[in-house]
């Protein structure tokens, strides 16, 4: 499975942005989707997952409340939607699938990844 996470860019703080997450060749109907994100100098952290049927969803806590996940109805992509952007959002954005259950909190729960998206927040 290749994955592709987009949607990267330059905001202010406070900000929104939308990230996707789409498979070449195929859909993501019947995965899981993970997402993380490393900063600078930083470990790689969970910070969002949605499970396969879309039904739930998991946040890390310096997310939560301001980040949403959901599934394109089609299975075609995944949304990462991502609003009061603070200057420590900034980091390389990756998502990841697997078809395990239940969904997996953690990166070692994953099998494919994608290359990563950049955010950077400016304050």
């Known amino acids: 499975v290749q994955l592709q996470a987009s949607g990267g860019g330059l905001v202010q703080a406070g900000g929104s942005l939308r990230l996707s997450c789409a498979a070449s060749?195929?859909?993501?109907?019947?995965?899981?989707v993970g997402w993380f994100r490393q900063a600078p100098e930083k470990e790689r952290e969970f910070i969002s997952a949605?499970?396969?049927?879309?039904?739930?969803?998991y946040f890390a806590d310096s997310v939560k409340g301001r980040f949403t996940v959901s599934r394109e109805s089609a299975g075609s992509a995944v949304y990462l939607q991502m609003n009061s952007l603070k200057s420590e959002d900034t980091a390389v954005y990756f998502c990841?699938?697997?078809?395990?259950?239940?969904?997996?909190?953690?990166?070692?729960?994953?099998?494919?990844w994608g290359q990563g998206t950049l955010v950077t927040v400016s304050s």
């Open positions: 990841a699938v697997t078809r395990r259950r239940p969904t997996p909190m953690i990166e070692m729960g994953y099998e494919y």
């Open positions: 060749g195929r859909t993501l109907s019947g995965y899981a």
């Open positions: 949605i499970s396969w049927s879309g039904a739930n969803t």
